[in-house]
């Protein structure tokens, strides 16, 4: 079993930057990749990055492809998002995922935080 916490998330001007972490607990936790999904209101849940169980391997959505980066892995129990150059349309809440494999499927992760929001003013 897997329990996820993420914070970080608030209000920011765009052009700025803020770091979500995903504080994870559970004695398997290091036998997990750890993904960062969001959702904006009356859209569906979509990819954003992960990182492999090693933390040696990450990917991103095109959508956030060098403004965003993710760390930490490798059996750490925290994983961050940092997250820069924001625009209106990254305004979502995000959530952290566990899960056997790095993928972009939500339904292929296994445990869910309860997400932060993330604003973006213009």
């Known amino acids: 079993q897997v329990q996820l916490v993420e914070s970080g998330g608030g209000l920011v001007q765009a052009g700025g930057s803020l770091r979500l972490s995903c504080a994870a607990s559970?004695?398997?936790?290091?036998?997990?990749?750890m993904g960062w999904f969001r959702q904006a209101p009356g859209k569906e849940r979509e990819f954003v990055a992960a990182?492999?169980?090693?933390?040696?391997?990450?990917s991103y959505a095109d959508s956030v492809k060098g403004r965003f980066t993710i760390s930490g892995g490798n059996a750490k129990n925290t994983v961050y998002l940092q997250m820069n150059s924001l625009k209106p349309e990254d305004t979502a809440v995000y959530y952290c995922?566990?899960?056997?494999?790095?993928?972009?499927?939500?339904?292929?992760?296994?445990?869910w935080g309860q997400g932060t929001q993330v604003t973006v003013s213009s």
């Open positions: 559970g004695r398997t936790f290091s036998r997990y990749a």
């Open positions: 995922a566990a899960g056997p494999v790095t993928t972009t499927t939500p339904t292929s992760y296994d445990y």
């Open positions: 990182i492999s169980r090693s933390g040696g391997s990450t």
